[in-house]
């Protein structure tokens, strides 16, 4: 073989090399993509975010940043994406709080849960579960409605006024009567710590925050809200087939772009989203945080978003609840 055809492998390789560097320099050169989580660090929904970021990002080959902006039930957070600038880079990991029920529970709400938002994934849902303290004489859903006969009532926490805990808390006081008083928190753990203080009678809470003390001898769970049972709580019966009609209530998550975002670029978020979500490893971690999955189509999101705003909206409206 002569010089010159000795030289051509050679040189093949270091352009393929060349070209495999650029395109890795490239992908790291791409600006990050902001995912505004409008809860603080370590809820739920942050955990949920993070686990969301870390996944899209890898499939994207594009860093996905957490960015926590804490205030108004998520309305500061979620309306600060609504007016991003709609160029792909600015994402919120939005709730059944914020695309759902605060649209109802807030009187000047600063944007539009389904005109200014584009749905990229809908990420999962979690039925809550109904506690109490381990020790507390209220053992089964029949003796906590005996309990609200009382004329004292029995008192139940969540993390604030127009929560889902509330609204939940209210709607079972519909179901079955009696007397229940809400006793709202600033969050959700201290109104945990009080049930399982017996400072309050129960409470409905996420999975993830109350399966803990549960397994500790904390807490005792005497239902879930959701239609079906939690598969991360499969030996707790739901309301529902413990009598109380039609008690379908969860919390949702889905990931949204400012509506402006252009075609393409949703079309890319969409599938590294979807792609991410596929993975065996993230759906586990979010099984871990309670979160089931739940497959919608991009044009099924958007009639999802609608219905849920209704029928929550209802629920407020019986409830009372109302911030300013």
Do not use: C
Not at 183 to 209: C, I, N, R, W
Request: charged share 15%; hydrophobic share 45%; glycine share 10%.
């Amino acid at each position: 073989m002569s010089p010159a055809n000795m030289r051509r492998p050679f040189l093949g390789a270091l352009v393929a090399g060349a070209l495999a560097l650029s395109g890795i320099t490239h992908a790291q050169d791409r600006p990050p993509i902001r995912m505004v989580v409008p809860f603080g660090a370590g809820t739920t929904t942050d955990t949920v975010g993070r686990v969301v970021a870390e996944a899209l990002g890898k499939n994207l080959q594009q860093p996905v940043i957490v960015d926590n902006r804490a205030g108004a039930g998520g309305s500061t957070g979620t309306d600060l994406v609504a007016k991003a600038a709609p160029d792909g880079r600015t994402l919120v990991m939005g709730t059944v709080g914020t695309h759902a029920i605060n649209a109802a529970l807030y009187s000047k709400l600063p944007y539009d849960p389904v005109r200014d938002f584009a749905p990229i994934a809908f990420i999962g849902y979690t039925p809550t579960l109904l506690v109490v303290a381990a020790d507390s004489p209220i053992k089964s859903l029949k003796d906590l409605a005996q309990a609200a006969t009382k004329p004292a009532g029995i008192t139940f926490a969540s993390a604030g006024n127009g929560t889902s805990g509330h609204l939940a808390g209210e709607l079972l006081a519909q179901r079955l009567g009696g007397k229940m008083i809400h006793v709202p928190y600033k969050e959700g753990a201290v109104a945990l710590t009080s049930v399982m203080g017996s400072q309050v009678d129960f409470m409905f809470y996420h999975p993830a925050a109350v399966l803990p003390q549960i397994k500790a001898g904390k807490l005792r769970a005497l239902g879930a809200s959701g239609a079906v049972r939690s598969a991360a709580a499969s030996d707790v019966p739901t309301l529902m087939e413990q009598g109380v009609a039609d008690f379908d209530l969860v919390a949702w998550f889905m990931l949204y772009a400012p509506a402006a975002t252009p075609p393409v670029m949703l079309a890319q978020l969409r599938a590294g989203a979807s792609a991410a979500l596929a993975q065996p490893e993230v759906v586990a971690r979010l099984r871990d945080q309670g979160i089931e999955s739940r497959l919608l189509r991009t044009d099924e999101m958007q009639p999802f978003n609608k219905t849920e705003l209704g029928k929550w909206a209802e629920l407020v409206k019986r409830s009372g609840a109302q911030v300013d």
